[in-house]
Structures are given as structure tokens and as C-alpha cells.
């Protein structure tokens, strides 16, 4: 039983060994890594292979989608970084399965709108990277569902009119929201709403004309506003 599960072992390792080698990326068994940076990846089907990872990095790539499921099985996944592809949309189901990821990096894409309930299979995630897209639409209750976020960072992106609850559900935000080089004209009372724990938000670099004295009377905890 012993020869037969070490044969299993090495024909999984070799097996590995040539996805791998095919995809053109670098596994890192001991700090459980899959590192595919400037692999000249297309789709995302390609990297199923290694669902152990704890950190996946796929970016500088030519990937334009996320499909649906694409990470049903990797639920012990940590980190996420997409950087520098073309991802053009994301579909709600297309994070499904990463319950336990914490940090996410989306930016340098091609994202144009953030859809309510976008990030729902993502309870745990801490840190939002979505700056250098060109996202003008963040709908309502787009980051309902993970709650213990503490980072957001929506720097270079093409906002102009914030919908009333674009942040509901983020009260653990605390480290930052970052809106700066954005086109934001105005800031509501609701635009904010319950972001009790904020220390810090960017608005620098926006065309602001307008913030009513009530703004930032959800964000009673914050220090630092730029």
C-alpha cells in the first residue's frame, strides 16, 4: 500500500512537473506559490492544475475573463494577483470558491463596471486592489459580502457619480479608501455610508464641487482626509 501511494505521489509531482513546464510558470512547493508572471497566458482553465497554492500570481499575461468557477477548488487560495492583463468584465460566479483569500489584485485591467455582489465568495479578503482601470460604474452593494475588508484602493479610474450605497456592507474598512485621480464631482452623505471604522480616504485629484456639511457623518473615526 506504502509503494502504491508513493507512486501516486511522484506520477501527481511529474504530472505538476509538465503543467507546469507547458504553461511556462514556476512552482514553489515550499511556500506553495504558482508564480506565472509574463507566461503569455490567455485563459485561466490553463492553471486548474494546482489547487494546493496558497498564492497564485498570473500577472502581465494576455488574460481577458474570469469564468465561472474557475476557482471552485481553490479554497485554500491567499493571494490573488491579476495585474497588467485585459480583463474587460467580471461575472459574480467568477470568484466563487476562494472563501479564503485575502488579498486581491485586479489593477492595470481594462474593468469598466463593478456589479452589486461582485465579490460575495470572498468573506475574508482584507486588501482591494483596483486602481488603473477604467471603471466609471460601481453599483450598489457591489462589495456586499466581505466585510472584513480594511483596504480599498480605487486610485485611476474613471468615477464621476457615485450610486448611494457603492460601499455598503464594508464597515470594517479601516486602513484606506482611495479615490484619488478619479472625475468625482460630488460626495453624499450616503456615498459613504456606515464606514464607521475609515481612518483614512484619498479624494485628491478629482473635480469636486460639492461636499454638504453631512458627508462624512458615517465616517466619525477618521483622521486623515486628502
Known sequence: ???????????????????????????????SELNCRGSQIEKFYNLTFFPKVLRLIAERNQIKEIPEFTFENYSQLLF??????????????CFFGLNNLRELFLSSNKLKIIKKHLFLFMPYL?????????????EDESFYGIKYLKELDLYGNKLKNLENY?????????????????????????NLFKLNNLLKIDLSYNKLSLISKDTFYWTSNLENIR
Not at 506520477?11 to 515550499?30: A, G, M, R
Not at 482584507?126 to 460601481?138: A, D, G
Not at 457603492?166 to 450616503?190: M, T
Open 1 to 31: 500500500k506504502m509503494f502504491i501511494n508513493l507512486l501516486i505521489f511522484l506520477f501527481f509531482d511529474y504530472f505538476l512537473f509538465i503543467e507546469t513546464t507547458k504553461i511556462n510558470c514556476q512552482h514553489n512547493i515550499k511556500q
Open 80 to 93: 490573488l494577483n491579476v495585474r497588467f492583463n485585459e480583463i474587460d468584465s467580471l461575472t459574480k460566479g
Open 126 to 138: 482584507e486588501k482591494l486592489n483596483l486602481r488603473f482601470n477604467h471603471i466609471f460604474i460601481i
Open 166 to 190: 457603492p460601499f455598503y456592507e464594508i464597515s470594517n474598512l479601516n486602513a484606506l479608501l482611495d479615490l484619488s485621480f478619479n472625475s468625482i464631482e460630488s460626495i453624499k452623505k450616503d
